[in-house]
């Protein structure tokens, strides 16, 4: 498989699972909230209040499945790394998120246009890593050493 597609694969899969927990996070606070809401509901008020923890279930299960659905294909898409990769992987993470936070950028829109990039096969010119990697000499140098090393 080609460098570079080996290389923004690793890097969409760190930045995906960087990601995923604070979403699982907040999912579980959410669904804590709201369970706690009804059980104090249940006692204070009316025992039918439990009816909305039991309608809440299912769509609590619901979004651990899609959560995990995603987990799944992160790993499925990152690519076996040395120690050397995974460093470089990292600092280029952090790198991108860095401009990202300059430039004003939402998380979740440079996710977007990362797995456009996979989805579609783009050119190291044309893909997103690659205008926000020339960006920064810094982020650019490691993202040309991690395409090097595969």
């Known amino acids: 498989m080609d460098?570079?597609?080996?290389?923004?694969?690793?890097?969409?899969?760190?930045?995906g699972r960087q990601l995923l927990w604070p979403a699982l996070v907040v999912w579980l606070a959410i669904f804590a909230i709201i369970f706690g809401l009804s059980?104090?509901?249940?006692?204070?008020?009316?025992?039918?209040?439990?009816?909305?923890?039991?309608?809440?279930?299912?769509?609590?299960?619901?979004?651990?499945?899609?959560?995990?659905?995603?987990f799944v294909i992160i790993s499925r898409l990152h690519p076996k790394l040395d120690k050397k990769q995974r460093r470089l992987t990292k600092d280029i993470v952090a790198g991108?998120?860095?401009?990202?936070?300059?430039?004003?950028?939402?998380?979740?829109m440079i996710l977007?246009?990362?797995v456009k990039d996979v989805m579609f096969g783009?050119?190291?010119?044309?893909?997103?890593?690659?205008?926000?990697?020339?960006?920064?000499?810094?982020?650019?140098r490691k993202f040309d050493e991690l395409r090097k090393s595969f």
């Open 96 to 108: 991108v998120t860095t401009l990202a936070v300059e430039l004003g950028t939402p998380k979740f």
């Open 3 to 15: 460098s570079t597609v080996l290389a923004v694969r690793a890097i969409t899969a760190v930045y």
């Open 112 to 114: 977007a246009h990362i």
């Open 122 to 140: 783009s050119s190291l010119r044309g893909s997103y890593i690659g205008s926000m990697a020339s960006e920064s000499a810094d982020t650019k």
């Open 39 to 70: 059980w104090w509901l249940a006692i204070a008020v009316d025992q039918l209040w439990w009816l909305l923890a039991v309608l809440l279930a299912p769509l609590f299960l619901v979004g651990i499945g899609i959560w995990s659905l995603c």
